[in-house]
């Protein structure tokens, strides 16, 4: 008898892919296509490679949780000057319980999705580098890992598009979805605007305090921003900090961005029970490749990163995620 698995089946290249491995490796695939309420060819795009597969779709009405879960601290974060990160918060919160709320439901031991990152005995590991996929999944839970496989860990995207056509997908050419799935426009500050959680205009100051343009709220710029900012003078301007208390954005010339210590609260520990001593990590402090070297330590509640060389403009919002070669030590979000 065929082993049991529930598939994330978004409508995309990869999930359609991801299918099809599962099915040739002897798994009996269910697919499950996650829907928000935005319409669009996803949910179409889904029922053709199901069809395709021959397997069946389910369909799953995501709106409240991925409100309650995503959207509405994704609004508050950037109230408060932070810069979210939804499809890190998404992951554990919204689309996995979702899939695992259907092997529940059908008996299956296992969930899957299209994710470029590999799973070992629980542990999360990188994919392949051109595509590594694991910095937003690194909210996972331990438990969670335990029951996920990701068939696409060992391939790039090139060669999933190759399989895809082999393989008679019909999404084989389908673009890559890059934006965040509830702005598919992309453009989050007008989201923010539309959904009543906009920002005033306010003042654009120096270190000094002094005025140097105005601002068009605080929801408009992250820490580190150089472009977009309309402001001219004696050098280049960097947004160096966000001050809700007072709605100023804080601007410099870039010389005050790097960051010898980096904290975190909120730690999610992976390959480690927990962290109880200090801890020399390689740590991405964001969604790229770029990786650093630091000692990890824990520090009360939360973590505290001393950087070997100075961080560039931490984003409190965002992820760190912290690594020993492959496997991901855990995360914490940045403060």
């Given at each position: 008898m065929k082993q049991p698995v529930v598939l994330g089946l978004s409508g995309g290249v990869d999930s359609a892919v991801a299918a099809t491995l599962l099915a040739r490796q002897g798994f009996a695939?269910?697919?499950?296509?996650?829907?928000?309420?935005?319409?669009?060819?996803?949910?179409a795009d889904a029922a053709a490679v199901a069809d395709r597969l021959g397997i069946p779709l389910k369909i799953a009405d995501i709106r409240q949780e991925l409100e309650?879960?995503?959207c509405a601290p994704f609004a508050a974060g950037y109230l408060a000057g932070h810069t979210p990160l939804p499809c890190a918060m998404c992951n554990p919160t919204v689309k996995f319980p979702?899939?695992?709320?259907?092997?529940?439901?059908?008996?299956?031991?296992?969930?899957?999705?299209?994710?470029?990152?590999?799973?070992?005995?629980g542990v999360?590991?990188?994919?392949?580098?051109?595509?590594?996929?694991?910095?937003?999944?690194?909210?996972?839970?331990?438990?969670?890992?335990?029951?996920?496989?990701?068939?696409?860990?060992?391939?790039?995207?090139?060669e999933v598009r190759g399989l895809a056509r082999e393989f008679g997908v019909p999404v084989a050419d389908k673009p890559d979805s890059m934006e965040i799935c509830f702005i598919p426009s992309g453009d989050y500050a007008a989201w923010l605007e539309e959904h009543g959680f906009s920002t005033p205009e306010g003042n654009f100051v120096d270190k000094e305090g002094n005025v140097l343009a105005r601002h068009k709220g605080i929801h408009h710029y992250t820490l580190g921003q150089g472009r977009g900012l309309g402001v001219s003078g004696p050098h280049r301007y960097y947004v160096s900090a966000i001050r809700p208390e007072t709605?100023?954005?804080?601007?410099?010339?870039?010389?005050?961005?790097?960051?010898?210590?980096?904290?975190?609260?909120?730690?999610?520990?992976?390959?480690?029970?927990?962290?109880?001593e200090p801890m020399e990590v390689a740590v991405r402090l964001r969604h790229s490749r770029t990786e650093q070297?630091?000692?990890?330590?824990?520090?009360?509640?939360?973590?505290?990163?001393?950087?070997?060389?100075p961080a560039r403009a931490p984003t409190p919002g965002q992820l760190a995620v912290f690594y020993q070669g492959d496997a991901v030590v855990g995360s914490a979000w940045i403060v």
């Amino acid at each position: 008898m065929k082993q049991p698995v529930v598939l994330g089946l978004s409508g995309g290249v990869d999930s359609a892919v991801a299918a099809t491995l599962l099915a040739r490796q002897g798994f009996a695939v269910t697919g499950l296509y996650l829907d928000i309420g935005l319409g669009g060819t996803g949910a179409a795009d889904a029922a053709a490679v199901a069809d395709r597969l021959g397997i069946p779709l389910k369909i799953a009405d995501i709106r409240q949780e991925l409100e309650r879960e995503v959207c509405a601290p994704f609004a508050a974060g950037y109230l408060a000057g932070h810069t979210p990160l939804p499809c890190a918060m998404c992951n554990p919160t919204v689309k996995f319980p979702a899939l695992f709320r259907l092997a529940e439901e059908i008996g299956a031991k296992y969930v899957s999705t299209g994710h470029y990152a590999n799973v070992e005995n629980g542990v999360l590991k990188k994919g392949r580098p051109a595509n590594d996929q694991s910095y937003m999944l690194a909210r996972l839970t331990r438990k969670q890992l335990q029951s996920v496989i990701f068939p696409l860990g060992n391939y790039e995207k090139r060669e999933v598009r190759g399989l895809a056509r082999e393989f008679g997908v019909p999404v084989a050419d389908k673009p890559d979805s890059m934006e965040i799935c509830f702005i598919p426009s992309g453009d989050y500050a007008a989201w923010l605007e539309e959904h009543g959680f906009s920002t005033p205009e306010g003042n654009f100051v120096d270190k000094e305090g002094n005025v140097l343009a105005r601002h068009k709220g605080i929801h408009h710029y992250t820490l580190g921003q150089g472009r977009g900012l309309g402001v001219s003078g004696p050098h280049r301007y960097y947004v160096s900090a966000i001050r809700p208390e007072t709605n100023e954005v804080v601007l410099s010339d870039g010389t005050d961005l790097g960051r010898d210590v980096v904290r975190g609260v909120q730690p999610n520990w992976i390959a480690v029970e927990t962290l109880t001593e200090p801890m020399e990590v390689a740590v991405r402090l964001r969604h790229s490749r770029t990786e650093q070297e630091a000692v990890l330590s824990p520090e009360g509640d939360g973590i505290r990163l001393d950087m070997k060389t100075p961080a560039r403009a931490p984003t409190p919002g965002q992820l760190a995620v912290f690594y020993q070669g492959d496997a991901v030590v855990g995360s914490a979000w940045i403060v």
